[in-house]
């Protein structure tokens, strides 16, 4: 991918992603307005807290789609900002990783459209979006690893094809319980514990390998740091539904993926 069609692709997503918050923005006007705003009834493993901080609360759970579609909106615009000149296999992979979040947020739609337990092709069509959200975002942080640690500009356009096609089909493959909505309005699903393990796994040795490939370069760690805020944050996301819980997922994802770019424009900048 040319630097070119690149920084047309990152600009495609600032804007769709920005169009996207004004359209989640006026659903929950209009559902306020007319107090046809209506919540699922959540499945937990444990019992929640009975607390603000700690526990669970929907409103909050809202509200963090929206602070999590601005990451997508802020850290679009700084890599088209910092890297439109830029030609970089690594920012692609973080960008599919971006593209992933922003899918993610798709899951405001079972309160907005209320069709928790209604057994839907809607339902089922939003469970298997955020679910191959999810591999992608693991998928794409393994591949951003793996090019930092050796940087491929040739193949990296079918690394993504790859990447697409081996998400799309493990979300179409693993079944979704449509009888259970998570706290985080994410329909779940079956292998949850086996994805768990995976994603900290893969989520570790993409760490290890930003590590060990700043090591043998002799560069600084603060990619490394920033990457594994980032991988921490990825790992709490889709599991977070207090407002503590939410808060710290969103310091490490945005304060990791600040870190990380600028360092990895620094980078690029003394080459």
Do not use: W
């Amino acid at each position: 991918m040319t630097i070119k069609v690149r920084t047309k692709f990152t600009f495609a997503i600032f804007v769709i992603s920005l169009i996207t918050f004004l359209v989640y923005l006026s659903f929950l006007i209009y559902e306020i307005s007319t107090s046809t705003l209506k919540f699922p009834e959540v499945y937990f493993t444990s019992k929640p807290r009975n607390n603000l901080i700690f526990g669970y609360n929907n409103i909050v759970m809202l509200s963090f789609i929206f602070v999590e579609l601005l990451y997508v909106i802020v850290t679009t615009f700084l890599i088209y900002r910092g890297f439109s000149k830029t030609q970089s296999s690594i920012v692609l992979g973080f960008l599919i990783f971006i593209l992933a979040i922003y899918m993610d947020t798709f899951r405001i739609f079972i309160p907005f459209f209320h069709i928790s337990n209604s057994f839907s092709k809607i339902q089922l069509l939003i469970g298997n979006i955020t679910l191959f959200a999810r591999i992608l975002a693991l998928l794409s942080l393994l591949m951003t690893a793996i090019l930092h640690f050796d940087e491929q500009t040739i193949n990296v356009n079918r690394y993504c094809i790859a990447l697409i096609f081996l998400s799309i089909l493990l979300a179409t493959v693993i079944p979704l319980n449509t009888t259970k909505i998570l706290p985080t309005f994410l329909v779940a699903h079956s292998y949850s514990k086996t994805i768990n393990i995976i994603s900290t796994t893969l989520s570790f040795l993409s760490f290890v390998s930003v590590l060990v490939s700043n090591y043998k370069n002799e560069s600084k760690q603060l990619t490394s740091i920033g990457f594994f805020m980032v991988c921490i944050g990825f790992l709490l996301l889709f599991y977070s539904y207090s407002l503590f819980f939410l808060t710290i997922t969103f310091i490490f994802t945005g304060f990791g993926s600040a870190i990380f770019l600028h360092e990895l424009h620094k980078e690029y900048m003394l080459k």
